[in-house]
């Protein structure tokens, strides 16, 4: 079957780094997605990788292997506005979104 | 976990036809679905969100007229999108909640391709 892991909840303190793991078994691979979800509102986008390595957007970095099935999504400098859900979404090769459960990040001061 | 199907998967059609999109809940009860529009690279677009048995509340800018949402039960929405044009091809994902936003569990999506 077709999944995607990562953890339910993490805690990081203001100021601090954190990574998001996300692991993934799909059949073929069309690219991966991290979404942030604040309570209340509809997710909104944050990156997509279609080839190994390191994307760097501001303060939010993603990273794939694809040979690994893994990926991570790392927030620098967090601020308490960073605390929400954030998921991580794999197209497979029928174009399909295979949805993790997200992880609940809180940002303590 | 929570499992939230889609029909169909993908679906090509004729400008000016109508297309039916089913949304269902698989192992669990929604008393909320939701209905987003994705477009490459970009984030979600909520178009409205249907709560069973009661009329669909549309996020601004959605015509409720061209995209009619039906929650006729706990574990089914559709979605039509009516007299179908090219602009309207996009992916189609809808999500089933259990109480808000924070529990809601996403569908693989629906491709549409209008010729």
């Known amino acids: 079957g077709q999944n995607i892991d990562q953890p339910t909840e993490m805690t990081a303190t203001e100021g601090a780094i954190v990574q998001i793991n996300c692991t993934y078994q799909?059949?073929?691979?069309?690219?991966l997605f991290w979404y942030q979800q604040h309570a209340g509102e509809a997710p909104t986008f944050l990156s997509y990788?279609?080839l190994d390595g390191l994307e760097e957007k501001g303060r939010f970095s993603s990273f794939l292997s694809r040979s690994k099935g893994y990926s991570y999504l790392l927030l620098k400098e967090l601020q308490m506005k960073d605390s929400a859900s954030y998921l991580c979404a794999v197209m497979d090769s029928n174009y399909q979104l295979i949805w993790g459960a997200g992880t609940k990040l809180i940002i303590k001061p | 976990g929570a499992v939230v199907s889609q029909h169909p998967s993908r679906v090509i059609c004729k400008s000016g036809t109508s297309v039916k999109i089913e949304c269902r809940s698989l192992?669990?009860?929604?008393?909320?679905m939701f209905w987003y529009r994705q477009f490459p690279k970009k984030s979600l677009m909520l178009m409205a969100t249907?709560?069973?048995?009661?009329?669909?509340?549309?996020e601004q800018g959605v015509e409720k007229d061209k995209f009619l949402i039906n929650h006729a039960s706990l574990t089914l929405s559709t979605l039509t999108v009516t007299s179908a044009h090219p602009e309207d091809s996009s992916f189609y994902i809808c999500?089933?909640?259990?109480?808000?936003?924070?529990?809601?569990?996403f569908g693989p999506g629906t491709r549409l391709t209008v010729l």
């Open positions: 249907s709560n069973e048995g009661s009329k669909a509340t549309y």
């Open positions: 799909t059949s073929g691979f069309n690219g």
């Open positions: 999500s089933a909640g259990l109480a808000d936003y924070n529990e809601q569990f």
């Open positions: 192992d669990f009860q929604a008393t909320t």
């Open positions: 990788n279609v």
